[in-house]
């Protein structure tokens, strides 16, 4: 579709399909989103001013700003991405964009429901968020509780207690969220005084609030909250509280790990009870194969027979948990049928809770060693499902293949090691789980580029070469950890799309030293890596 369509023309398309019923983007509305959006920066000048005129006045029209705030979801995922991949231009396209919404959004008169939406997006998105965000922002909020001299008091915190503390909400998880949407973008220790205030309030559900503050998206408020909850009096640290600070303690770095311990320690000379842990019955889960990015989806279900929740979960590789979310749904039937339509948008496969455990175990396991902690809804889901067993639990890779060469070896020959190795060249043909395993950053745009200067016919297979020994080989360990826990998905799945030997022996060979070349799948993972690279250089990003 071409640019001249415009965004508005993008943004009514979406809508018609939402209406029509069928929540998923076609690949025509994929390639249009790219065209309009990606393809053209000019356009996130347009998308900035847009928004404050969709802001809806009926509940009709929010369909519309609701269409719009995912189109700028997805640009900020897109650009996040190519920040991390080091594409050319990125980062100040990123820096424009900011400071477009920030002229545009948080303005002075601002619609304070927009702000707080676009800040959620900036937020969940992981980006760096800019001064000039930060600024405007602040400008916003100060403005709120000016003192009528143009002077904004020295301390907001009081007044945002106040408001929340008036809202009609009985779940911490969900006055957090609105808490982040309000002072999301305030500076860190703003955002920490405000946990402080909510700390010594007698409501326990602000209290419990600002305990759920340790897992804010920001490092720095991460800190400061677990270091307020250390110097709080254990009775003031409620039986959930408790219960939420045992079961999550070991998915934070140790310096926050070491708080959380003064913390719990308090609360138990106080002789507060730790309040049980109820779960509900699960119905089902699903686990997406391990995508070419290192992502994963859980999707469990879990509850009553008319009331049940539908959780997700999405981990990556070299991060931890990125994202959940959870979706009630009428009854076992609708999950049933919510299921049933995945395989149209993802290749997945029914498993059971030991590697949905094990996944989760390495997730957190990477996050602390990053020094973050998993998306805030993972505890809520952890409660919801009643467990506490996620702990974390990096990947050993040589104790996991020794246990799994036992397996093979009494479990017997399915296909020999040989065999496996062979057929893996045409997994990436033929095989769901594999369609999308390739590298795609700017250091494979400059290899490819160097490789296809020359001339002659060998320019693609000298790619191809130089894919496997500069981009593949220093990614050995990545690729040897994805496909140990695809070894694990096929092991666990109920219907498993090959036996889980064969990805075994692809595992076992990566991480035995062989060179990467003679490996069929990882050579097939370069020429894959090499098409894309060339079909992208064609479209000219």
Request: aromatic fraction near 4%; proline fraction near 5%.
């Amino acid at each position: 579709m071409a640019k001249d369509k415009g965004l508005l023309s993008l943004i009514d398309s979406m809508v018609r399909v939402m209406k029509d019923g069928d929540p998923r983007i076609t690949h025509d509305l994929e390639n249009e989103f790219r065209m309009t959006v990606l393809e053209h920066p000019e356009t996130d000048e347009e998308l900035a001013e847009i928004l404050p005129a969709l802001v809806p006045k009926t509940p009709k029209e929010e369909l519309r700003i609701n269409t719009a705030l995912d189109i700028l979801s997805w640009l900020l995922e897109e650009l996040r991405i190519d920040m991390e991949r080091g594409r050319k231009g990125s980062r100040e396209r990123m820096e424009r964009l900011q400071e477009s919404l920030a002229r545009h959004v948080f303005k002075e008169g601002a619609d304070p429901q927009l702000c707080a939406a676009v800040g959620r997006n900036l937020l969940e998105s992981r980006v760096e968020i800019m001064p000039v965000i930060h600024e405007a922002n602040r400008r916003i909020m100060f403005s709120i509780a000016d003192d009528g001299e143009g002077h904004a008091p020295l301390e907001i915190a009081p007044l945002i207690v106040e408001a929340i503390g008036e809202m009609n909400v009985t779940d911490p998880h969900e006055s957090l969220g609105i808490i982040l949407d309000q002072i999301g973008l305030l500076e860190p220790a703003c955002q920490i005084a405000i946990a402080g205030e909510m700390l010594a309030s007698e409501s326990a559900l602000l209290r419990e609030t600002a305990a759920l503050m340790l897992f804010h998206p920001r490092q720095d408020v991460r800190s400061g909250v677990a270091d307020i909850l250390s110097r709080t009096k254990g009775e003031s640290i409620s039986p959930e509280t408790l219960r939420r600070l045992i079961i999550s303690r070991n998915w934070f770095p140790p310096q926050i790990r070491k708080t959380l311990d003064m913390t719990i320690s308090n609360a138990r000379r106080a002789k507060v009870e730790c309040a049980p842990l109820k779960g509900n019955v699960i119905h089902s889960i699903f686990a997406t194969t391990i995508d070419g990015a290192g992502a994963q989806s859980f999707w469990i279900t879990a509850g009553a027979k008319k009331h049940v929740e539908l959780c997700n979960i999405l981990w990556k590789q070299g991060v931890g948990v990125i994202d959940t979310f959870i979706h009630r749904l009428p009854s076992a039937k609708a999950a049933e049928r919510f299921i049933a339509g995945l395989p149209d948008m993802m290749c997945f496969a029914e498993v059971g809770q030991d590697f949905v455990d094990r996944a989760i175990g390495c997730a957190i396991s990477i996050g602390v060693d990053r020094g973050g902690a998993p998306h805030r809804g993972l505890l809520q889901i952890a409660e919801l499902l009643g467990t506490d067993r996620w702990k974390g639990e990096p990947l050993e890779a040589d104790r996991e293949i020794a246990l799994l060469r036992g397996e093979a070896l009494e479990s017997g020959p399915a296909i020999t090691a040989a065999d496996a190795i062979a057929e893996s060249a045409e997994w990436l043909g033929s095989q769901d789980f594999a369609d999308a395993w390739f590298e795609d950053d700017d250091q494979v745009d400059r290899v490819v580029l160097n490789a296809m200067k020359g001339r002659g016919r060998n320019r693609e297979a000298r790619a191809v070469e130089d894919i496997l020994a500069e981009v593949l080989e220093p990614r050995r360990g990545v690729w040897q950890e994805r496909l140990l826990l695809m070894t694990l998905w096929f092991k666990s799945s109920l219907r498993p799309a090959i036996p889980w030997q064969n990805m075994f022996h692809l595992a076992e060979a990566v991480a035995s030293g062989k060179p990467l070349r003679d490996i069929p799948l990882m050579r097939a993972v370069a020429e894959v890596t090499l098409d894309v690279a060339t079909e992208r250089s064609g479209r000219g990003k």
